[in-house]
């Protein structure tokens, strides 16, 4: 049984004292030693909290990696967002919409009685295009925008209140929304409201917001092709197709190899690790530092390839940008 942090030991206490306890799901992941949500800390997470009792509310794998979360004792029970987890655990973690930093921070809104000329200024000093009406946190009206103020001038209205010029036609998701669900609504609405696990409106997320996303998760899997792409260079430039057969590791799969494209990262590498191999290199470079940057680069892969809204940890993102230039060197 893994050990079970000294911060969540306090915390069960602290709880069970009656006491209330939060914090945001990055400390969380900090006292296991990660700075992201994958499938291996999580699952760490989840045994860790069932031992002391503990579960948290929303679930940790749900909101935005910087919200909060609140402990309280486990009830035994395991509401939806527990049981889709659950059936997860050990397989690729469900990305989810509350994930997104855009669904954790609260939206500015207007009052459908507020003057159309706040909501205009509103707008402008945000560079917004819409804003969400809203009575209170939990009552959603529609929303105002520059389009809906601009058909009602077309008219020939000239609104004075919100409510003159709003649509009620807005799509609201929850936090727990898994993301692939969420993005052809947002495509086609152009944004969605997000919906905290206490009914309160949470977030907003728009086109932008998803453009953003995928190109962050796009400049590392872009980083790691170029990484790839060099290292099988280097094997087909210099060893026969016999060294690249015997690194292939085809107990119990049918695939046939006939070159270094038909192996997988970690069996490339494994030539290379090979003394005899990297010596017939004539590189003026250590075998066993290269080797264990490439095996790095290896684990940052796995984490890219089962996407999670969470960002790389800082130190991975420098590891594939030093390692893209010096590839790129040899």
């Given at each position: 049984?893994?050990e079970?942090?000294?911060?969540?030991?306090?915390?069960?206490?602290?709880?069970?004292?009656?006491?209330?306890?939060?914090?945001?799901?990055?400390?969380?992941?900090?006292?296991?030693?990660?700075?992201?949500?994958?499938?291996?800390?999580?699952?760490?997470?989840?045994?860790?909290?069932?031992?002391?009792?503990?579960?948290?509310?929303?679930?940790?794998?749900?909101?935005?990696?910087?919200?909060?979360?609140?402990?309280?004792?486990?009830?035994?029970?395991?509401?939806?967002?527990?049981?889709?987890?659950?059936?997860?655990?050990?397989?690729?973690?469900?990305?989810?919409?509350?994930?997104?930093?855009?669904?954790?921070?609260?939206?500015?809104?207007?009052?459908?009685?507020?003057r159309?000329?706040?909501?205009?200024?509103?707008?402008?000093?945000?560079?917004?295009?819409?804003?969400?009406?809203?009575?209170g946190?939990?009552?959603?009206?529609?929303?105002?925008?520059?389009?809906?103020?601009?058909?009602?001038?077309?008219?020939?209205?000239?609104?004075?209140?919100?409510?003159?010029?709003?649509?009620?036609?807005?799509?609201?998701?929850?936090?727990?929304?898994?993301?692939?669900?969420?993005?052809?609504?947002?495509?086609?609405?152009?944004?969605?409201l997000?919906?905290?696990?206490?009914?309160?409106?949470?977030g907003?997320?728009?086109?932008?917001?998803?453009?953003?996303?995928?190109?962050?998760?796009?400049?590392?899997?872009?980083?790691?092709?170029v990484?790839?792409?060099?290292?099988?260079?280097i094997?087909?430039?210099?060893?026969?197709?016999?060294?690249?057969?015997?690194?292939?590791?085809?107990?119990?799969?049918?695939?046939?190899?006939?070159?270094v494209?038909?192996?997988?990262?970690?069996?490339?590498?494994?030539?290379?690790?090979?003394e005899?191999?990297?010596?017939?290199?004539?590189?003026?470079?250590?075998?066993?530092?290269?080797?264990e940057?490439?095996?790095?680069?290896?684990?940052?892969?796995?984490?890219?390839?089962?996407?999670?809204?969470?960002?790389?940890?800082?130190?991975?993102?420098?590891?594939?940008?030093?390692?893209?230039?010096?590839?790129?060197?040899?």
């Amino acid at each position: 049984m893994d050990e079970i942090p000294n911060e969540l030991e306090t915390v069960a206490e602290e709880v069970k004292q009656g006491e209330e306890r939060t914090v945001s799901v990055r400390e969380l992941l900090s006292w296991f030693d990660s700075q992201r949500r994958g499938r291996w800390v999580v699952q760490r997470i989840r045994k860790a909290l069932r031992e002391v009792d503990l579960e948290t509310k929303p679930n940790f794998e749900v909101p935005h990696i910087d919200a909060e979360v609140e402990f309280q004792e486990w009830t035994g029970e395991e509401d939806e967002e527990d049981s889709e987890s659950d059936e997860f655990d050990f397989s690729d973690p469900v990305p989810r919409l509350g994930q997104l930093d855009a669904a954790s921070r609260s939206p500015e809104t207007v009052n459908r009685d507020d003057r159309v000329s706040k909501a205009v200024t509103v707008m402008m000093m945000n560079n917004f295009s819409q804003l969400p009406v809203l009575q209170g946190e939990r009552s959603v009206d529609g929303y105002i925008s520059w389009e809906t103020i601009g058909r009602n001038r077309t008219l020939g209205d000239d609104p004075t209140y919100v409510r003159e010029c709003m649509e009620e036609d807005v799509e609201v998701l929850k936090e727990a929304t898994p993301l692939f669900e969420a993005i052809p609504l947002i495509a086609e609405k152009e944004f969605i409201l997000v919906e905290g696990n206490d009914k309160r409106i949470i977030g907003l997320v728009t086109i932008s917001d998803i453009i953003l996303e995928f190109s962050r998760l796009a400049e590392h899997f872009l980083q790691i092709g170029v990484i790839e792409n060099h290292l099988r260079h280097i094997i087909d430039e210099n060893f026969e197709e016999e060294v690249i057969r015997e690194a292939a590791d085809t107990d119990g799969d049918d695939r046939e190899v006939e070159s270094v494209a038909d192996l997988t990262f970690g069996e490339s590498v494994r030539i290379l690790e090979n003394e005899d191999n990297w010596d017939s290199l004539n590189f003026e470079l250590e075998r066993v530092s290269f080797c264990e940057r490439m095996d790095e680069i290896r684990r940052i892969r796995n984490e890219v390839m089962h996407f999670h809204p969470d960002d790389l940890a800082d130190g991975d993102k420098e590891k594939l940008e030093q390692t893209v230039r010096f590839m790129q060197n040899l």
